[in-house]
């Protein structure tokens, strides 16, 4: 029994000792194995990014596509460069550029963050095989803009990196965006941002301390795909557009043409422009300072931004009103009465013949009537009691806003400015309550003074008058992704508050303009009829600006434009000849007229 008990106790402690053995096993050989193998592999998050969209013109025509770039990442945690000057050589940077950039990313955290950004296919190509002898350093793959045509790229905008400042804006940027992501900044790459974008992937995988991928983390469980961002047609027209760039070679202004019909922009130039590709990849930050500080501003849309007068353009506009107030018809005459307001000479003019001929006096008295709702009751400009005007002036503005003048057409663009009607209050807090008479106002009347305008917003306008009274929000974008689906704002008619028989006789002026007015036949083109008005645009910081406003055909009308050629004198010289230009070759698809064309290529404004 003894020795039964002894051999049990002995088991025991036999037992117990292995038991210690093997845990102590476990702790020193084991689990250090399994410590030394997390320590040499690491799961990896790699970012996949998407296929932007693509733009493509009215016709199919390709006009801004994806071109791949590598940004150079280091995982400060996990660098080990042996010869500094080898891995310079090795990326073709110099020792000062080294330091900058490894003290840049070293004070940004301790994330893997990017060394080197946007290195080119090329480039990358003669590096990647060499990237395993730098343990911390890998690639991670991007998309970037290119353009394969040097047109169109004030409305086309372009992208770049991401601010701090954007990363905070709104939930949905800072939802979806990191540090060091692309975005679109302007034209219609910021606008259509959360189509073109798509969505951003992620893959996992394992990784050793050298940064060799190992195989997907579980099989690819936890990976995500990428989705493409959607493609976009846009309303322009590429050949007219590359045209229109042409003739407003070496001038300051812009041309916007509308398909009065749908509102789709068929043209948006703005001069001077730049190439698109000097601001993708890694031109970006070479080019956007010069760009920038260039005094003839080739980053600033004139087109969506720029507010001028709108001269005589403007009397369309004055007529139509003064038919819906009652206070002239058809047959109403005013003698050509200089002392009034300046013009040039002409016979005694009806309605439609002060369109054609382009009568300032006509129009001082046709404003001077709206302002005071016809209440005129001596040749001295006496008004009868409690026809102050302001009803008057108020019922004319609303008249414009109808117009969609004073505020922003809605295009789909970012930075449009919305122009200039000025309000009763601006009168009352220039003169004083009360105090303003016609005396301070008439030179709206002709389209001076206080009103502005942007070429965009007169292009509208010639397509209302086009239409009889209705439009369309002008926009670039026809259709989005695989169904070329347009956005319902754009699919919305909005009227005007004039009625639609009253734009006939205005209609028929503006084709007398062309034939036998203000023109002086520079718009007059074989087997179509186009119905314009002219303007000079008075300009406080020098010469005049040169502005026309037309649209053709006559009946059922295709297109409607506006040109405005700064400090280039009158309406009927320059801006005319250039629209008539654009709409023969929209229309017919071919020049008309060398001996004008060569004029207007050869002539330049810029100072």
């Known amino acids: 029994m003894n020795d039964s008990r002894k051999w049990i106790i002995l088991g025991l402690f036999t037992a117990t000792g292995l038991t210690f053995l093997i845990k102590l096993f476990m702790i020193q050989v084991l689990v250090s194995d399994y410590k030394i193998k997390a320590e040499s592999n690491a799961i990896r998050s790699i970012k996949i990014y998407p296929h932007r969209g693509l733009i493509y013109d009215r016709k199919g025509k390709l006009l801004a596509f994806n071109t791949p770039v ?16 080898a891995f310079c050589n090795f990326l073709s940077i110099t020792k000062a550029q080294f330091d900058k950039n490894m003290k840049r990313v070293k004070v940004r955290g301790k994330q893997p963050k990017a060394f080197l950004k946007q290195i080119s296919r090329k480039d990358f190509a ?16 991007k998309i970037v803009r290119a353009y394969p045509h040097k047109s169109l790229a004030n409305a086309l905008g372009y992208i770049g990196e991401i601010s701090k400042k954007q990363l905070k804006k709104e939930k949905d940027t800072a939802n979806y965006y990191q540090q060091g992501d692309y975005i679109g900044i302007s034209g219609l790459e910021a606008a259509y941002e959360k189509y073109l974008r798509g969505r951003r992937g992620v893959k996992m995988v394992y990784e050793d301390a050298r940064g060799n991928k190992k195989g997907a983390y579980k099989g690819g469980k936890y990976d995500t795909a990428s989705v493409a961002g959607k493609d976009l047609v846009s309303s322009i027209d590429l050949a007219l557009q590359k045209y229109g760039e042409q003739l407003m070679r070496n001038k300051r202004g812009a041309i916007v043409a509308i398909e009065p019909a749908t509102g789709e922009v068929l043209t948006m130039i703005s001069a001077p422009s730049y190439d698109p590709n000097l601001l993708t990849g890694r031109e970006f930050s070479k080019n956007f300072g010069p760009l920038l500080l260039n005094k003839t501003k080739p980053l600033y849309n004139r087109a969506i931004r720029s507010k ?10 004055q007529a139509l009103i003064g038919q819906e107030e009652n206070v002239i018809s058809s047959q109403t005459v005013f003698p050509c009465n ?12 009806d309605l439609q013949r002060s369109i054609q001929h382009s009568c300032n006096p006509y129009y001082f008295n046709v404003f001077r009537r709206i302002i005071y709702q016809n209440k005129l009751v001596d040749s001295t400009g006496g008004v009868s009691k409690g026809s102050d005007g302001k009803i008057g002036y108020e019922k004319w503005r609303q008249h414009l806003l109808s117009f969609g ?34 005396s301070n106002i008439y030179s709206l009347s002709i389209g001076q003074g206080e009103l502005g305008v942007t070429p965009l917003q007169m292009a509208n306008i010639s397509a209302i008058i086009a239409n009889r009274g209705y439009y369309y929000t002008p926009h670039l974008i026809k259709g989005i992704g695989k169904n070329k689906k347009k956005l319902p704002e754009f699919t ?3 009227k005007v508050t004039i009625d639609p028989q009253y734009f006939k006789l205005i209609i028929d002026g503006m084709e007398g303009a062309v034939k036998a007015g203000t023109v002086a036949g520079y718009a007059i083109m074989p087997d179509i009829t186009i119905c314009g008005k002219t303007g000079t645009a008075q300009n406080p910081h020098g010469e005049d600006h040169s502005v026309f406003i037309a649209f053709a055909p006559k009946e059922n009308p295709k297109i409607a434009i506006a040109v405005y050629v700064e400090n280039a004198g009158f309406g009927g010289t320059w801006a005319a000849p250039i629209a ?28």
């Open 405 to 438: 003048l004073g505020a922003k057409t809605g295009i789909d663009l970012n930075n449009e400015k919305g122009g200039n009607v000025p309000s009763l209050s601006f009168y009352n807090r220039k003169f004083g309550e009360g105090k303003w008479k016609f």
């Open 308 to 317: 001028y007068p709108p001269g005589s353009t403007f009397k369309t506009v």
């Open 492 to 494: 919305k008619r909005h």
């Open 70 to 85: 590598y940004d150079l990442m280091v995982d400060l945690k996990k660098v080990k460069i042996k010869d500094t000057l």
């Open 580 to 607: 008539t230009l654009m709409i023969a070759r929209y229309l017919k698809g071919k020049t008309l007229r060398p001996s004008t064309e060569k004029m207007v290529i050869e002539k330049s404004f810029i100072n």
């Open 126 to 141: 003669k590096i990647q095989d060499k990237l395993i002898d730098y343990p911390g350093f890998y690639a991670e793959s």
């Open 338 to 349: 200089k002392s009034l307001v300046k013009c040039h000479w002409h016979p005694t003019v």
